[in-house]
């Protein structure tokens, strides 16, 4: 199993960005896909979740402002990020498993994302 993520980098405050990742050697329709950030000496935290049946939930930090996608046919999913702030600097996991609220079977490899003030 291999889930590669991308799309991370250094955007101002206000930008925008797109996370992108790839699936390889799952199931992925049959899996509920999920984006965590984590910064350094705190906890990893959900994000986004999206369910095999499409179903979406989000933290309260980033409602109104994130997205959560999956394109079955790609075996990816993405995170459209829109109205960045410094305080969602992290670095972003993208997970994959069958628990419905916090898949964390498999996981990615980490994208930095900086958002400067």
């Known amino acids: 199993v291999q889930l590669q993520a991308s799309g991370g980098g250094l955007v101002q405050a206000g930008g925008s960005l797109r996370l992108s990742c790839a699936a390889s050697?799952?199931?992925?329709?049959?899996?509920?896909q999920a984006w965590y950030r984590q910064v350094p000496g705190k906890e990893r935290e959900l994000v986004a979740i999206i369910r095999s049946g499409g179903s979406t939930d989000y933290a309260d930090s980033v409602k109104e402002r994130f997205t959560i996608s999956r394109d079955n046919a790609k075996n990816t999913v993405y995170l459209q990020m829109n109205g960045l702030k410094p305080e969602d600097t992290a670095v972003y996991y993208c997970?994959?498993?069958?628990?419905?609220?916090?898949?964390?079977?498999?996981w990615g490899q980490g994208t930095q994302v900086t958002v400067s003030s």
């Open positions: 997970a994959a498993g069958t628990n419905r609220w916090r898949p964390n079977a498999y």
């Open positions: 050697g799952i199931i992925f329709r049959l899996n509920n």
